[in-house]
């Protein structure tokens, strides 16, 4: 990261070289202007407009401070600042984009850092020599003491350490599906920690895990029983165990009518009229169940009643 800032101030300098200084915030620039300073960050944004300047300056600092203890972070020169609420609490979400890709973290330090808590801030006005285009410079020194970096790495690591222990937890869970809802619950969790993984490796490592969440939906299996003779009785099962599914089927039938089900301990109750029904033809309910775009596709003969 010092390399990177280093570059940035030389490359400023030369720029400056070539610019007339139209306008100031004070005199003399500050001994910070263009340099690195202990337990604090220098950072600098350019613009036609001051506030412009200002809130990108705001952003490149946020990034600044998330690359200090994100070691796994990529990114490139573009970056994205998204600042969400959710009633009182405000979050900052800072997204790289690389390849067509973006990755975002959360952390609560981010979502503190502030254009008033600079402990100072400096700008200009400059205009180029050669094209007589104008542009605001702002800077500003930004209080990073030791403990603030130690506090963020802190919460950086255990949110990492958490999202690997997501998928772990997953991993081991596939085992103990008792309802389809722990499919769905499984799938949604593991996704939660691949949006967060910024690297390769671990996002195909969770991707792995949502595949393989996934190819349970294709190992269920309907089962039934006739308890009356209007009334059957259906559930899932998943390699002989029957497992809980509040998803309530449809039902088609060609010639009973009134058909309607309803949920029982985790089992679905189909009942029906088959009234308009003649003995001798092949009379059936289709129960098709869909999950998570799975469908499953189930026949109830209704012929005999026994």
Known sequence: MKGLFFLIV???????????????SQKKRPEWYGRTMTDYMVV???????????????TSLKVQILQSVAQNVEYSTETIVEQLTHGQQVESNISFRQEGSTRAVSLPYISGVALSKATESY????????????????????PYPQSDY????????????????????????????EAVKDIEDGI???????DY????????????????????????????????????????????????????????SECASNLHCASRDGEVVITF??????????????????????????????????
């Open 123 to 142: 700008w200009e006005l400059q205009e180029d020599k050669a094209t007589h285009e104008r542009q605001y410079v702002f800077s500003m020194l930004y």
């Open 188 to 194: 949604n969790k593991l996704k939660e920690a691949q």
């Open 10 to 24: 030389l490359m400023a300098t030369q720029c400056v070289n070539a610019q007339t200084i139209l306008d100031r």
């Open 197 to 252: 993984f910024f690297d390769k490796r671990r996002k195909d490592w969770a991707q792995q895990a949502i595949n393989s969440y996934k190819r349970i939906y294709s190992q269920l299996v309907v089962e039934s029983k006739r308890i009356g003779p209007r009334e059957y009785r259906c559930w899932l099962t998943l390699e002989g165990r029957k497992i809980g599914c509040a998803t309530m089927p449809k039902l088609k």
């Open 273 to 306: 009229d088959d009234s308009d029904c003649i003995d001798d033809e092949p009379n059936t309910i289709l129960v098709v169940f869909t999950l998570n775009q799975r469908v499953i596709k189930y026949k109830l003969n209704i012929n005999n009643p026994t």
């Open 150 to 177: 130690q506090k963020l790495k802190s919460q950086f690591e255990e949110l990492d350490q958490k999202m690997e222990e997501t998928v772990r937890t997953a991993e081991k869970d596939i085992q103990k599906i």
């Open 44 to 58: 600098s944004a350019v613009d036609k407009d001051l506030e412009t300047a200002k809130q990108k300056a705001l």
